[in-house]
């Protein structure tokens, strides 16, 4: 099989003293298991909350799906602080100028190649969790009723502006796979890329991100197990009956 080679760049560059073997490309372990788990939960949630938005009939799932993206961005962040190699903010939180030079090199066919996230989509990410928590902040304001029209309308513009970075963060995706020949969705969900020997991670920390599904799960059950019955129909009842009582009268 040919090892698919890269422009060089400070990501790929073997340090002195590097042996042939540590820098070789192959598939490495990158992305650990609670790093992938938070990333489908958070995708689903705020799909799942954006898509039930508008219904009153499903407005507990939209409430619990914004609770739970709030909890997992909070944990996101937290794992971005002392997690594994690539899941810290330290590893791929770049300036500006290095997402920048990326999205140059990535239009002219030249951008290096990152075994964690490159600068421009360390920069997403950096969006989408500030995004995430200012939309479900607000959301909770709402359903407390803590403010007015413009408290609603603002929570609504900040979730259509996650969407809009959603949107180009899945462009970057398609745009990097194409660029360096992987796939970015799949490695996501396998959590490997190609890189060097070097970068891989030595845990997967499978443990964790079953507790974080178990508790996502389990806040999920106990919504449901408290959601107040539905009485539209029963009210219904009730002022029928209180119309025949006042015929009666």
Do not use: C
């Not at 997402?99 to 075994?115: C, F, N, T, V």
């Not at 902040?137 to 309308?153: F, I, K, R």
């Not at 809009?164 to 799949?186: K, P, Q, T, W, Y």
């Amino acid at each position: 099989m040919t090892v698919p080679t890269w422009p060089a760049g400070p990501a790929n560059t073997a340090p002195p003293g590097t042996t042939e073997a540590a820098s070789r490309v192959r598939p490495i372990l990158v992305w650990d298991a609670p790093v992938r788990v938070m990333h489908w939960l958070m995708v689903l949630s705020f799909a799942g909350a954006w898509l039930s938005a508008e219904s009153e009939r499903w407005r507990l799932v939209h409430i619990t799906l914004g609770y739970t993206l709030a909890g997992l961005v909070a944990a996101r962040l937290l794992w971005g602080l002392v997690g594994t190699r690539h899941a810290r903010f330290t590893s791929f939180v770049r300036g500006p100028s290095a997402a920048l030079a990326y999205l140059r090199g990535l239009a002219s066919g030249r951008a290096p190649h990152h075994s964690g996230h490159n600068p421009a989509g360390g920069w997403a990410v950096i969006a989408l969790l500030a995004l995430g928590a200012a939309t479900t902040a607000l959301g909770w304001a709402v359903e407390s009723d803590l403010g007015g029209e413009w408290l609603e309308e603002t929570h609504e513009a900040l979730a259509t502006g996650m969407l809009i970075v959603v949107g180009l963060h899945v462009l970057g995706v398609i745009a990097s796979s194409l660029a360096h020949r992987e796939n970015l969705v799949r490695a996501m969900v396998t959590g490997r890329k190609l890189g060097p020997a070097r970068d891989a991670i030595g845990r997967r920390w499978r443990g964790l991100a079953a507790a974080v599904l178990i508790l996502v799960i389990s806040f999920w059950a106990w919504q449901w197990q408290s959601a107040p019955v539905p009485t539209e129909r029963g009210s219904a009842h009730v002022t029928a009956q209180d119309d025949d009582d006042d015929d009666d009268d």
